[in-house]
């Protein structure tokens, strides 16, 4: 009654093609489908077919194996009959070659419920001209209380664009009605003790219907998996492996999925909400080494209730099911505004972009060319946040289902991509030329903060093209007590010192060096340039060996030591990060003169000195100690790789992944602002340029800067080779020591971690504690 309350807006009866949801016994027709409006819900896909029919299994299956055969090994060996019969007489000579017999369970290619299974081990009697499945029989499986039994796991598709699972907590336990035997030519016709069908043991006088939790033929996987656990059993491993099963299995599924839908909705923009979804039943059956196999797979599994246990089950699956689609009677009113909108759009032309004619010119290609990629942003940046409202409506409603596909772990989605890929390959060679594009779209990895810089970029190109100079913000002016007061609150410290080049009269002339420190597990180093030419610290590919490391320790001792200020010998409960600048601070005043080429030459000359003379130090180590911790980082990266892998893409998040590189951002910005006296430091180039490269190396999930330890994928130099923005040789080097900074703040940082935790294994990638509450933060 409850559900009926909450639901009853969407209820409808048969004939009324309307309805927001549409549920079906059977498979659906694809004119069906391309006939529904954009706010229905339909419970099947077009094209799960290809996994749910014994033989388009066996068939899709067979393939996937000959390409990922270690990962598809969780389905029996099968053949279809009667296309594959000589290939299975083949393989009975050779077991009769080696005098080994198997037994074989024969099924009906489309059949259900158990009829017409059974188990052979005279294989000359099977008739060849029938079309079904031969399959080789799991004679050694896990036996509960001397019983053979089987799973059944209810799985949520909500999307195949892109592809969401969800695995249901709970599900039935089947189990067989007669003690297990091994087959043998005296039981092979007991299919109550072979099988563990509902519909074949229901019939059985052995049937037990039980309504306790732990007795009975029908069981919950609840109850089984305390079981388990109770036994000693890796419980987390067990569902981890049906886990892998289920997606694995569905990505077969994917591509023909995909290719049905799209051509049911031709219309419908990549990634907006699907008006399919799938409730399907996964039978399992474990082996006796608790590995799962795949017997088939249920596109209409029963939500009949014979007993208590079907009835608490089944309705948690329908009930959190429909708490995850987010069906509301509102749908139809907003769809429909949203039709007439689109209406309006098309009739006035508004946001349609400009065709070009066989006479166009240079500019007009190029002004094409942008608006198409503007275009193309916005377009991606609607799909994302629309998505980020739907993860947050999944997060809240989740109820009793865990998501599967994709996963939260970094690695395992990467594999899951891999397989997926393979999967396109496979099925789609030749075909479907457009869904294979979008598979490789970057854009597809981008988060919405990426998407913005693109966008912003566009913009840059826009005005440039149209021959306007970037809007300036107007300067900002300071009184000498709004200086006091930043000093006040430890916002900025510098030691100016007046430059003969931009220095007005009325700058003030502030004296005395005064430290800047962050809370942060390392140190930069920012002292006055002295030469430009022992910049390169280290190559850019990360190799074990540096036979130039007698440079960097001769750079190093350079530095003077007057120029440092010493760390306090008081203890703090937090790791501390200093930047020592030594320079001059001019404040921009209103009215300045704009700087001439060679000014800023000398600016871009002074730039690059200090950026070169920055050094990371780790908290509590002198610089000399932490030069030896990131070369021994270095010169064991055998060793040390796969432990910064996992910490810098798995562990961490997009966010924590950009607060790591803020440690640089920020204190880059600090002495853009010293040199260049410009308080609004995003006016000027370089910092955009800087601003690109750190876009970069955060590019898909921290790929970028993993590829520039790595030496692997594409170099962080092609985001200006794909732009027509000129990048002169200075800038280019002040590029390379941001992205060398970078490279050595993430090695501090994960060694920093690791040795203050312990080890890296355990480390929770959270740093909301109270050791990381203002990891990154500005004074």
């Known amino acids: 009654v409850s559900w009926k309350q909450k639901y009853d807006p969407v209820l409808s009866i048969d004939d009324d093609e309307t309805a927001n949801l549409i549920w079906n016994d059977s498979s659906v027709q694809h004119e069906k489908i391309a006939e529904l409006r954009n706010y229905q819900r339909i419970n099947h896909f077009p094209g799960m077919g290809e996994i749910c029919r014994k033989d388009c299994l066996a068939r899709n299956m067979a393939k996937m194996i000959k390409s990922q055969p270690q990962e598809y090994s969780f389905i029996p060996k099968t053949w279809i009959f009667p296309a594959e019969c000589t290939q299975f007489q083949n393989y009975v000579k050779e077991l009769k070659r080696k005098r080994k017999q198997k037994t074989f369970i024969v099924k009906p290619a489309n059949g259900a419920m158990g009829h017409g299974i059974s188990l052979i081990r005279n294989y000359e009697k099977l008739p060849v001209q029938d079309h079904f499945i031969v399959q080789e029989y799991l004679d050694k499986p896990f036996l509960m209380e001397g019983y053979k039994f089987d799973l059944r796991f209810y799985i949520l598709v909500t999307s195949c664009d892109p592809l969401r699972v969800f695995l249901y907590n709970d599900g039935l336990v089947r189990m067989g009605t007669e003690k297990y035997h091994t087959p043998n030519e005296s039981n092979l016709n007991q299919l109550y003790m072979h099988l563990t069908n509902y519909s074949v043991n229901k019939h059985n006088e052995n049937f037990e219907r039980d309504e306790t939790v732990d007795k009975g033929s029908k069981r919950s996987i609840g109850w089984f998996t305390e079981f ?21 299995t569905l990505i077969v599924a994917e591509p023909h999925v995909l290719h049905a839908y799209r051509m049911c909705r031709p219309g419908q923009p990549p990634g907006s909400a699907s008006i399919c979804f799938e409730v ?52 139809k009113r907003r769809n429909l505004a949203q039709q007439k909108a689109e209406a309006q759009r098309r009739l006035y032309g508004q946001g349609s972009t400009r065709k070009l004619t066989a006479g166009s010119s240079e500019w007009e290609r190029q002004r094409h060319l942008l608006e198409r990629r503007r275009e193309e942003l916005k377009e991606r940046l609607a799909q994302v946040r629309k998505q980020v409202s739907r993860d947050e409506h999944e997060k809240r409603h ?26 396109f390959q496979t099925f789609l060679a030749g075909r479907a030329a457009s869904l294979q594009k979008e598979m490789n779209n970057p854009l597809k990895r981008m988060k919405e903060e990426d998407i913005l810089d693109l966008l912003e970029q566009c913009e840059l190109d826009d005005e440039k093209l149209m021959g306007k100079t970037s809007k300036q913000k107007g300067p900002k002016v300071y ?14 410290h510098w030691k100016p010192a007046p430059k003969p080049m931009r220095a007005p009269s009325t700058s003030p002339n502030l004296s005395g060096l005064i430290r800047r420190s962050m809370s942060c597990p390392r140190s930069i180093s920012s002292l006055t340039a002295q030469s430009p030419t022992n910049e390169t610290r280290r190559p850019k590919t990360m190799t074990p060996i540096r036979p130039h490391m007698a440079c960097r320790s001769h750079s190093l001792s350079r530095n003077s030591s007057t120029n440092r200020v010493p760390h306090s010998s008081k203890k703090t409960s937090r790791s501390i990060i200093h930047l020592y600048c030594v320079g001059s601070l001019h404040v921009r005043v209103q009215g300045e003169t ?72 920020t204190n880059i910005r600090s002495v853009l602002q010293r040199i260049w006296s410009e308080p609004d430091v995003e006016s000027l180039r370089l910092y955009r340029l800087f601003n690109r490269v750190f876009n970069r190396l955060l590019w898909s999930h921290g790929q970028g800067l993993w590829n520039c330890l790595s030496s692997s994928g594409s170099s962080w130099e092609s985001v200006f080779s794909k732009s027509s923005e000129v990048v002169t040789t200075q800038e280019l080097r002040c590029c390379q020591h941001v992205v060398q900074l970078c490279r050595d703040c993430l090695l501090v940082v994960y060694k920093f971690v690791a040795d203050s935790r312990g080890s890296l294994s355990g480390l929770s990638p959270d740093w909301d504690d109270t050791r990381y509450s203002h990891f990154l933060k500005r004074p």
């Open 228 to 248: 388990l656990r109770t036994n000693d059993y890796d419980v987390a491993k067990f569902w981890g492996d049906v886990s892998e099963l289920v997606v694995k």
């Open 280 to 331: 399907l039943g996964f039978d399992i059956i474990l082996d006796r080494k608790l590995k799962p196999w795949l017997l088939e797979i249920n596109r209409a599994p029963s939500f009949g209730t014979d007993q208590k246990i079907d009835y608490d089950v089944k309705k948690g699956v329908l009930l959190n099911t429909l708490k995850l689609l987010n069906i509301r009677a509102s749908d």
């Open 398 to 423: 989740l109820g009793n289902y865990r998501r599967i596909y994709p996963p939260d772990d970094k690695l395992l989605l990467e594999k899951y991509e891999s397989l997926l890929s393979a999967a």
């Open 479 to 492: 009184s000498i007590s709004q200086m006091l007061w930043f000093f006040v609150l430890g916002r900025v």
């Open 594 to 665: 704009p700087l001439s080429k060679e000014q800023e030459a000398e600016l871009m000359q002074q730039t690059l000195a200090a950026l070169g003379e920055m050094r990371i130090r780790y908290p509590g180590k002198s610089e000399e100690e932490a030069e030896a911790v990131l070369d021994e980082i270095l010169n064991n990266w055998k060793y040390h790789k796969p432990k910064v892998a996992s910490y810098w893409l798995v562990k961490l998040d997009a966010t924590k992944q950009r607060k790591v590189l803020d440690i640089v951002r």
